[in-house]
């Protein structure tokens, strides 16, 4: 239902054989009543009435010669289809309205000429959220009755409306609207006093929704307009997953970056995107009934999905570069640099153990992380190497009956190392310092195992007395 109120810029004239009459002006309290109620085939079909009362009023130099009011009245079936946010209505109405005459130019005093007839009447809606657009077209024929005859009256026209708020199944609108109608010429018989006029109808009122299934249809859902950018401009081809609790849809761009999806369901909605060579990217938007949302998404290009390793090997003083050293990371080496330096480049990210020896330095090794697309620095310090003094390993070989010598053999496991004592059993050996297994042979004696362990620098006696067999 929907309750106007308004004004009307009004033109007009009057043909009574004589000099006739013409006016103009804007006359206020233009009241009127609206009311559709869809009954039939799931709201598809359904009655249309409408009432309206206008104040009118004739002005001479701004003063009063008459007034009165004016009626305009229809009622009739009417039907509607959808097609998304687009709704088509088309109505036959019967049709009652009256046009202003004033009798005699000399006493002009006010009545109306009444003209009946079939309203032909046609109404589109764009569903825009909030925000409901309206045009109308309504026309009735030229007609004939006992009291007057015209030809073609038509009315085009249209507005705005805004939803304001809802109280349990009724949904409260402000109807902003406009109307321009044509009355054609209308003739009295039988004086064949002949009234024209055109009218222009403004204002604005109430417009009350409630119980219309197929209103409620529109309002369930929402509309998204998505566009997909990069760094140099909207991306085609990105494929857009939206989700809304348990719903799932998707959307391509076209050669613009853009993409729409209509009937999405109200809530919060989480937005991807993905594209060949384009990292994905996540966003969340909010979407009410009725809403269409605009929603943005940027793609950064991949990055590398290798990197590289910086190595810097330096002395243990942190000042020196160490050149010539080698660098081994998964299997591969290589020298560095005369500035210390080694880069190496296609390494898979993650951890690597990096293995670094020079000569005279003790070698080191130090763990580093590669991260793709980019190179990572590693500082690896070398400690030069001791300079180390052997220990000295002397005795004598004697035969545990009688003590004299004998000529054996010793045997560093170790070392991998023999040493022949000479005729008088002695021996004399240099070893890094450390702890050894000597094992001891000769002829006719029983073979001996010892552990010894020497320092570097030392000097060890080992002496060794073998049993005869």
Not at 408 to 427: D, P, R, S
Request: net charge neutral; with cysteine; glycine share 14%.
């Amino acid at each position: 239902m929907r309750l106007h109120y308004g004004g009307a810029i009004r033109s007009g004239a009057e043909d009574d054989g004589g000099p006739g009459l013409t006016y103009s002006g804007a006359t206020p309290n233009d009241l009127a009543a609206t009311a559709w109620a869809w009954l039939l085939l799931d709201g598809h079909l359904g009655l249309t009435a409408g009432f309206g009362r206008e104040a009118f009023s004739l002005l001479d130099n701004g003063a009063l010669v008459t007034s009165g009011g004016l009626i305009r009245f229809n009622a009739g079936p009417t039907g509607r289809i959808r097609f998304g946010p687009v709704r088509l209505e088309l109505a036959l109405s019967y049709s009652f309205y009256q046009v202003p005459v004033f009798g005699t130019v000399q006493t002009p005093t006010f009545s109306a000429l009444s003209r009946h007839g079939l309203l032909i009447a046609a109404r589109g809606l764009v569903n825009l959220g909030p925000v409901t657009l309206e045009a109308k077209f309504d026309a009735t024929p030229g007609i004939v009755t006992n009291f007057a005859s015209g030809n073609l009256n038509f009315a085009v026209g249209g507005g705005a409306r805004i939803q304001l708020f809802r109280t349990g199944f009724v949904k409260w609108g402000l109807m902003l609207e406009a109307l321009y109608q044509g009355d054609g010429t209308l003739r009295a018989a039988p004086t064949m006093l002949t009234a024209t006029q055109s009218v222009v109808r403004v204002g604005g009122g109430l417009d009350l929704q409630w119980k219309d299934p197929e209103l409620e249809k529109e309002a369930t859902t929402g509309s998204l307009s998505i566009i997909v950018r990069g760094e140099n401009g909207p991306l085609a081809g990105a494929v857009v997953s939206v989700d809304v609790g348990s719903t799932h849809k998707t959307v391509t761009t076209d050669a613009q970056g853009r993409g729409a999806l209509g009937d999405v369901d109200p809530g919060e909605v989480s937005l991807s995107a993905t594209l060949a060579g384009y990292e994905r990217t996540e966003t969340r938007s909010s979407l009410a009934i009725g809403e269409s949302r605009a929603v943005e998404l940027v793609l950064n290009k991949e990055k590398p999905k290798v990197g590289g390793l910086l190595v810097k090997v330096i002395n243990f003083d942190g000042k020196v570069a160490v050149a010539g050293a080698n660098v081994e990371i998964n299997g591969n080496t290589q020298k560095s640099s005369g500035a210390g330096a080694v880069t190496l480049e296609g390494l898979n990210p993650g951890p690597v153990s990096v293995k670094v020896t020079a000569l005279g330095f003790t070698p080191g090794e130090e763990a580093a992380s590669v991260v793709a697309g980019t190179t990572a620095e590693l500082v690896v310090t070398l400690v030069p190497e001791k300079k180390r003094v052997p220990a000295t390993l002397s005795g004598a070989v004697r035969s545990a009956r009688g003590g004299k010598p004998v000529a054996a053999q010793l045997e560093i496991k170790e070392l991998k190392q023999t040493i022949a004592c000479e005729a008088a059993g002695t021996f004399s050996v240099q070893i890094p310092g450390g702890k050894y297994t000597v094992r001891i042979t000769a002829q006719g004696f029983v073979t001996q195992t010892k552990s010894v362990t020497v320092q570097d620098g030392d000097q060890a006696i080992f002496n060794i007395d073998l049993a005869p067999k």
